[in-house]
């Protein structure tokens, strides 16, 4: 990293401040779902995004303090369940520490074995295929299985700490 150059600011951001900062970037949310043992787990996520074509791979940001993520690690498979308008329930249910997810979501098994959200609008089926540190979170890469879309269905966003719909820009 360069040192900072006579008359130049360095920026020490605030928690708040950069919070502010970030959630001007609008993200998609998503549902991070997988397998320990027979029971299904899973936990919302807005840090998702695509990252090689070839091989097809994908990554997601969790926190070093998620009591979840521990929980679907050792399946070494988990599944990226796209979350559309109308899902902030859903969103809501996954984000809470203690929640029974799962007695309200419906899904069914991927290839992977991971559960896969019937009201998802995509989803991404996976196995984990890297794991990188990043300040307080953990950077997860996984190696695509499988895919699909539910044709003409519209993202829930997350925008300035909360949830945002696109319009049809006319």
């Known amino acids: 990293m360069a040192e900072p150059q006579q008359g130049e600011v360095v920026v020490t951001p605030t928690d708040r401040r950069f ?4 959630g001007h970037f609008a993200t998609g949310v998503t549902i991070i779902t997988a397998m320990e ?18 091989p097809p791979l994908v990554l997601f940001c969790v926190a070093q303090s998620s009591t979840t993520w521990p929980r679907i690690e050792p399946s070494g498979k988990f599944a990226v369940n796209i979350l559309g308008e109308g899902h902030e329930d859903l969103s809501n249910l996954f984000a809470q520490r203690g929640a029974d997810r799962f007695k309200i979501a419906k899904w069914h098994t991927g290839v992977s074995g991971s559960p896969v959200l019937d009201d ?4 991404i ?7 990188y540190p990043g300040g307080d979170h953990t950077i997860v890469v996984g190696r695509v299985l499988d895919f699909d879309l539910r044709e003409g ?3 829930l966003l997350f925008f300035q700490g909360g949830y945002a719909r696109m319009h ?3």
């Open 19 to 22: 919070r502010d900062v970030l």
């Open 37 to 54: 043992g027979d029971e299904p787990v899973g936990m919302a996520a807005n840090s998702f995004t695509s990252l090689s074509l070839e």
């Open 125 to 131: 089926d996976c196995e984990l295929e890297a794991q």
């Open 168 to 170: 049809d820009g006319s």
């Open 120 to 123: 998802a609008i995509a989803y």
């Open 153 to 155: 269905a519209r993202p």
